[in-house]
């Protein structure tokens, strides 16, 4: 099983529909990322906790709410989508060394 | 803003050539760095730490430049799995904000 799981992996969507990505790890760690990324654009911070109480914006928060549920799961909630949040995202974990481990991805397309 | 830079590429070189990436980064109070690779649609997945002293993975070696603010990635003796896209990881201060670059292109022909 992998280490870092996203559902739901594909989600094609309507403008203005609420839209929830989850995110679960089991590699127990405190630091939890949610990423999207565009063609040409590389990876972008949208937000990051460091721990269950702890939620910071990234460099793209507007737009996007997170919830961590637990130390293992971490949520990313779109309110409303619009068609220029239709990217991959990523969630990732990362421990004491900082190394990234990552989820597949979760591709969202918003009509 | 703390910016990290790469070269988007293509780097297209044939197979058994030596590639080189480089990487700046604008803030000095950079903590940690590495070099993911990613390949199309996938997640990215760590390639190497980068370390002061430099290191090295089979064909793989990584290197850092303090005092220019920038890391490397050389690439010897290129195969057709290297193709992908190289992405630099720069984390700030001792909380770890891990920040991208965009990635740098690898295409690798027979």
């Known amino acids: 099983d992998a280490d870092v799981t996203q559902t739901p992996r594909n989600r094609i969507t309507k403008t203005g529909k609420r839209i929830m990505l989850e995110c679960s790890q089991t590699?127990?760690?405190?630091?939890m990322y949610w990423y999207r990324q565009d063609p040409g654009l590389g990876l972008r911070l949208i937000y990051y906790?460091?721990?269950?109480?702890?939620?910071n914006k990234g460099e793209i928060s507007d737009g996007y709410s997170v919830s961590r549920q637990a130390q293992a799961k971490f949520s990313l909630s779109l309110e409303s989508a619009i068609p220029n949040q239709t990217a991959l995202y990523f969630c990732?974990?990362?421990?004491?060394?900082?190394?990234?481990?990552f989820g597949e991805g979760s591709r969202l397309t918003v009509l | 803003r703390k910016e990290v830079e790469q070269d988007p590429g293509p780097f297209n070189v044939p197979e058994g050539a030596t590639v080189a990436f480089n990487c700046t980064y604008s803030?000095?109070?950079?903590?940690?760095f590495f070099w993911y690779r990613q390949d199309c649609r996938k997640e990215p997945k760590l390639l190497m730490s980068?370390?002061?002293s430099g290191n090295e993975d089979g064909r793989f070696t990584a290197q850092l430049n303090r005092a220019s603010q920038y890391i490397s990635l050389l690439i010897r003796d290129s195969k057709l799995s290297d193709s992908a896209t190289y992405l630099c990881?720069?984390?700030?201060?001792?909380?770890?904000?891990?920040?991208f670059g965009r990635g740098t292109s690898l295409i690798v022909h027979p």
């Open positions: 990732a974990t990362s421990g004491s060394t900082g190394e990234l481990f």
């Open positions: 590699k127990g760690h405190d630091r």
């Open positions: 906790s460091f721990d269950v109480k702890d939620i």
């Open positions: 803030n000095s109070a950079s903590q940690s």
């Open positions: 980068v370390y002061s």
């Open positions: 990881v720069v984390n700030w201060g001792g909380s770890y904000i891990p920040t």
